[in-house]
Nanobody
């Protein structure tokens, strides 16, 4: 079992940047597929970005491609989401997740472990 704690959220102006972190504990995250999700008020939680075990394979929802970058430091048991050129529509609670996938598999669904979330607010 792995526990996940997100940090790095906050208030930023449109066009700005934030870097989210997700610290994993309990077990190494090196053998988990990892991902970021977000949930805006009144909307369903949506997949944002995912990473396979090594971080070499990643996937993004179309709306963040070219602006967001997911990365992982397995030695530090930490997952990151670098968010650039932020837009008001990126405002949401962002969640980190871990799931069981094969070594080169990026998951868009089926995650098992979730963090509590961190709020990101982008003002116009």
């Amino acid at each position: 079992q792995v526990q996940l704690v997100e940090s790095g959220g906050g208030l930023v102006q449109a066009g700005g940047s934030l870097r989210l972190s997700c610290a994993a504990s309990g077990r190494t995250m090196a053998t988990y597929a990892m991902g970021w999700f977000r949930q805006a008020p009144g909307k369903e939680r949506e997949f944002v970005a995912g990473s396979a075990w090594s971080g070499d394979k990643t996937d993004y929802v179309d709306s963040v491609k070219g602006r967001f970058t997911i990365s992982r430091d397995n030695a530090r048991n930490t997952l990151y989401l670098q968010m650039n050129s932020l837009k008001p529509e990126d405002t949401a609670v962002y969640y980190c997740a871990a799931g069981y996938g094969s070594i080169f598999e990026v998951l868009r669904r089926g995650y098992t472990f979730w963090g509590q979330g961190t709020q990101v607010t982008v003002s116009s």
